[in-house]
């Protein structure tokens, strides 16, 4: 219990040495552990509320960390849902009020105008900058999380989740283009990512946008109507019958084929190519993402840029028309802003199908390799806001926790390629789909082990 000769409680205000020191305590203890200032030298109803939501968030903190250190799926699970964000931005926002009303009241408290001279500027300063540090971190928090919440649910879609088949999770990667010189977006990255439920070991297998004779899935509406294959018979409804054009087809001329794809978080083109994804492979693909190469521009500027080792030159042109360069990217690391890292992906000029691809796929492993937590979250707002013009998928909110925790095994493996090139012996005018789905079966088995010596 304080007494009157309490230099805290009750300091001589004669003496400017006493309440400088004063003032620099009850600063400092205000920052350290909110409310404790109250408590020593104010009113302690303020300083009990004050301490005791400190605790409180200190617990939180504590059991948010063990349950991230030995479960962190269940925190995912908080972190990804609707929810769980809000409630995260309410108690942020809380904070954030909590510890500017106790700072404000702080400064009342130390009685600026009975320090030295010299040292109330900097008792202010000091005490401001705290002010804003604290209560802006916490404000920001809760703006993340609003906005997190609302990216997450333009996004990702509210569904059952799916298991996994044989073991596996099959994810559809399109890349889209729906470039001025094309009629509506149509896929020119197309691949399949096989992940291993258990060990999240990747497979990728990049499928060529100008596969012939292309076969469906069993069950498949336009499947039905190419029962040899896509256009093997009497041709098909576009300009030319190859995998990438079975989107623009379902899309613009038989979307009545999936009536329920809008519904259900696609769309016709993504459907009828999945399902022909499904053909080429064997494999059940569970779900779908697609990123559109024209708002992947953004994203690539809200995060700074993208790094990229160019292996061979690659020409920016000047329009559209891909007829006309302007200047080349020379072998070597490129740092490039969305513009640049756009034409890197989609130049065509004295370069194949296959050095695209291959470029695509580099430029999205770079950017998401280099994708930061911190970079992310210092850059949020921007990033956010591209990523609902970039990216739509199937695949359910309710899934984001499992997903990311085996993302973490993932980045640990390297990842397996099987590329559908004609050096691996596909011959994209005349595929050989039997031996194909043997290759992505084979690259699929699991690794034999070791018989124990006897």
Known sequence: MSSVSDPIRHPNSGSARI??????????????LPGSAQVLAGNRRLGRFGLGATLTLVTVAIIA????????????????????????????????????????????????????PGARPLIAAFS????????????????VATSASGFLSSVFVAGPSQPPVDGRYNVLLLGGD??????????????????????????????????????????????????????????????????????????????????????????????????????ITGLTIQYFVLIDMQGFSDLIDALGGVDIDVQNRVPVHTDETFSKVLFWFEPGMQHMDGYHALWFARSRHG?????????????????LAQASPANVLAKFQGVAAAGTRVVKTDVPQGMLPYFVNLASKT??????????????????????????????ATALAPAPTATPVP
């Open 128 to 143: 401001a900058a705290l002010m804003v540090v604290v209560c802006g971190t916490a404000g920001y928090g809760a703006f």
């Open 65 to 116: 960390g063990a349950v991230n250190l030995f479960w962190p799926e269940a925190l995912l699970t908080v972190f990804t849902s609707t929810i769980g964000l809000w409630v995260a931005a309410a108690a942020l926002a809380f904070y954030a009020l909590t510890w500017l009303v106790l700072t404000v009241n702080t400064l009342s408290l130390i009685n600026l105008v009975k320090a030295a």
């Open 411 to 440: 980045k640990e493996l390297p990842v397996i390629s099987v590329p559908l090139i004609p050096e691996n012996g596909v011959d994209p005018e005349n595929p050989d789909y039997a031996a194909i789905k043997l290759m992505i």
């Open 351 to 367: 370069t194949s199908d296959y050095d695209r691809m291959q470029r695509q796929t580099q430029m999205q492993e770079a950017l």
């Open 19 to 32: 309440m400088t020191t004063r003032a620099w305590w009850l600063v400092v203890l205000n920052f350290i």
């Open 178 to 279: 729906a470039g001025a010189d094309r009629e509506g977006l149509r896929p020119d990255s197309i691949s399949v990512v096989s992940v291993d439920a258990t060990t999240g070991q990747a497979t990728t297998i990049s499928l060529p946008r100008n596969l012939e004779n292309v076969p469906f899935s069993a069950g498949s509406s336009l499947g039905a109507l190419y029962p040899e294959g896509y256009g093997s018979i009497d041709g098909c409804d576009v300009s030319a019958c190859m995998l990438n054009s079975i989107f623009t087809e379902a899309e613009l001329k038989r979307p009545e084929y999936y009536p329920n794809a809008t519904a259900e978080g696609s769309s016709p083109g993504i459907q009828a190519t999945l399902e022909a994804a499904q053909g």
